[in-house]
């Protein structure tokens, strides 16, 4: 069993794909956008934290591509491709200080010159080894060298060395602005063209294009995201941009000309990795059949169809987990108060797994159990549409009023671990890697049995990455504080939503923002953030519901919070929540905010809340957290 534990393990404890460079090439998935990434012309990669933006960029670059494409020394790259991280810490620290903007534009350029010229520099070496590359002569060295201030620079040896020497230095100087001599900066670009020339002179390139990808590009600050947007938009081939960036992160589309813009698609393609329906879904049921199939090499009894080890449940098979059966029968209970035989006897023939629906029908409209009973028995086929249409809204209502029950709503099989993800293949091999652990931890396939993961086990994975999720939040950013009030607070009022049909249309998981549009300009930079970082989702409103209203963009918990806080991982159904309400959730009075939100409904007491919610009940109560 231990070993069957950590092969699983292995597969799924790595959620980002780059940290493991040994299994890189046999692991690796071509997205479905990989082309138009490998293309000559610049690209812009967006998507949220964990939709694989690092993964595919880092494949770009040459030790990763000649792993992945499995060339043997002497194999030839289909192109050049260095790779570069933005370093928040360290780009913030190009400001301020008494300098102005001119200052620290040559600074940063300097310093953005430095990363990438080492880049490539290793990339050269690298290509001595690998390709056999003749060693660059001593005038083309010297020529890349002069752009950046260095003298007596001999070999590709003494250059990294010396790019070394001149980053630690710079990063002394801007550390100790006013207390260390300035160095001489090199002009934007200027090292990195004389550099990509020195490429060209071989012969060896033979028309390859050069890839320079740039990760975290949401960590520059405007003016640096200028600075880049210059190098991208005033590339010239065989040199091209590819950037990573998370959602809303680009700040500037200006280059150092103000008056030039970089634009899509004249000066570079974008590409959002969560548009294409269905794609994710495709993508991520290839990665965990990929690495299904090599834990099975390795002697795990396991199937490659993920949906053969995360067990699900149908709807009416759940209805019964959660307690419809007893429901049931005190519906024909109350039917036979009634003494009539026909109707008695109609419902002892429905399955119990059904007619728990007539109880929950009956508290959403306010009808008695002997009206909608005839009405059920007079138009089956209109009751067929309602199991169909609310079957799932109507299992969140079937706990109600059950205190200590440990799981009120179950979260399991592929297609429901698909939708929490949402696009993010980090959540979806985690919420996988959680499953597995729990799996074990209940000490099962003890006789080498082919794995299945219980629903129950899914469910409490689920709500254990939600939670570590929602405890992430605070230090992401600067809004990270408000962004945690926010989920909480939004968190409970969609569980009140969900377990309770009175007032509202089911499975409400959206809201658009309405009230005051100075309140709605304060709190709509929290709100991206959050969509940035992955607490919420943004699209496009689908329609409007009246034609007064503005086509703004429809928001909702980011879909792995529901097992957390228990309502529905589908979008179906949206509301207006007023956003000074919001801002008041996000500030220091939740309690009146949430009594708006809820609009006087019944709340669940303490005794009431699920455990993971009870533990911030004096959140809930007045605003402090436990």
């Not at 959660?322 to 399955?351: H, M, N, T, Y």
């Not at 006789?447 to 254990?464: D, K, Y």
């Not at 989920?487 to 009140?496: Q, R, T, Y």
């Not at 939100?597 to 809340?609: A, H, K, T, W």
Request: with cysteine; charged share 25%; hydrophobic share 40%.
């Amino acid at each position: 069993m231990d070993s069957t534990r950590a092969v699983l393990s292995d597969m799924f404890g790595d959620y980002r794909a780059e940290w493991r460079p040994d299994l890189f090439a046999s692991l690796f998935i071509r997205p479905t956008y990989f082309g138009n990434l490998e293309s000559r012309k610049p690209c812009v990669l967006v998507g949220g934290r964990g939709t694989g933006k690092t993964t595919a960029l880092k494949s770009l670059r040459y030790d990763a591509t000649a792993s992945r494409l499995r060339l043997s020394v002497g194999g030839r790259l289909p192109y050049l491709g260095v790779y570069l991280r933005i370093n928040k810490n360290r780009v913030r620290a190009f400001q301020g200080a008494g300098l102005d903007k001119e200052r620290w534009i040559r600074l940063f350029s300097h310093y953005f010159n430095l990363l990438v010229v080492s880049e490539f520099t290793r990339l050269y070496l690298w290509l001595v080894d690998n390709e056999h590359w003749p060693r660059p002569n001593s005038e083309s060295l010297r020529d890349v060298a002069e752009t950046l201030g260095l003298t007596g620079v001999d070999s590709l040896e003494a250059l990294a060395g010396m790019l070394r020497s001149s980053l630690n230095l710079l990063e002394l100087h801007v550390n100790n602005i006013g207390k260390s001599e300035a160095p001489v900066v090199s002009m934007p670009e200027a090292p990195i063209r004389a550099f990509v020339d020195m490429f060209m002179l071989c012969p060896e390139l033979n028309g390859r294009h050069v890839y320079c990808c740039v990760d975290e590009y949401e960590n520059l600050l405007a003016l640096q995201q200028a600075v880049v947007n210059t190098y991208v938009k005033h590339c010239e081939l065989p040199l091209s941009y590819k950037v990573g960036v998370r959602r809303y992160g680009i700040r500037s589309r200006h280059t150092l000309d103000a008056s030039d813009l970089l634009r899509a698609p004249e000066d570079y393609d974008e590409i959002d990795v969560s548009t294409e329906e269905g794609v994710f879904e495709g993508f991520a049921l290839e990665i965990a059949s990929i690495r299904l199939r090599r834990a099975n090499e390795l002697g795990v009894a396991v199937d490659s169809d993920i949906g053969n080890l995360l067990l699900e449940y149908s709807r009416r098979e759940e209805a019964l987990v959660l307690g419809a059966s007893e429901i049931s029968e005190r519906v024909i209970g109350e039917l036979r108060a009634l003494g009539r035989p026909e109707v008695i006897k109609w419902a002892e023939d429905q399955r119990r797994e059904d007619l728990y629906f007539l109880r929950y029908w009956a508290e959403a409209g306010g009808e008695s159990i002997e009206e909608l009973a005839l009405d059920w028995m007079g138009n089956p086929e209109r009751w067929v549409d309602r199991l169909n249409n609310y079957g799932y809204a109507s299992l969140f209502w079937l706990s109600k009023g059950r205190k200590g029950v440990r799981i009120r709503k179950y979260y399991c099989g592929i297609k429901t671990f698909l939708s929490l993800s949402s696009g993010n293949i980090r959540y979806f091999l985690e919420l996988v890697d959680e499953s597995i652990l729990r799996h074990f931890a209940a000490s099962q396939n003890e006789n080498g049995s082919q794995v299945r993961i219980s629903q129950r086990e899914q469910t409490e994975a689920a709500r254990t990455v939600a939670k570590r999720r929602l405890e992430q939040l605070e230090g992401l950013s600067e809004h990270g504080a408000a962004l945690k009030r926010l989920v909480l607070g939004l968190g409970k009022v969609f569980f009140e939503f969900a377990r309770s049909p009175q007032g509202h249309t089911p499975e409400v998981s959206s809201f658009v923002l309405g009230g005051d549009q100075d309140k709605k300009s304060e709190l709509l930079p929290i709100m991206y953030d959050g969509v940035g970082h992955l607490a919420l989702e943004a699209t496009p409103r689908t329609k409007a519901t009246s034609v007064l209203e503005m086509k703004d963009d429809e928001f909702r918990l980011h879909p792995i919070f529901c097992p957390f806080f228990e309502f529905s991982h589908r979008k179906k159904r949206r509301v207006t929540f007023r956003a000074e309400w919001l801002l008041l959730l996000a500030g220091d009075d939740p309690s009146s905010a949430m009594s708006n939100l809820l609009r006087g409904r019944d709340v669940s007491s303490s005794e009431e809340l699920p455990e993971q919610l009870a533990m911030f009940s004096a959140f809930y109560e007045g605003g402090g957290e436990r």
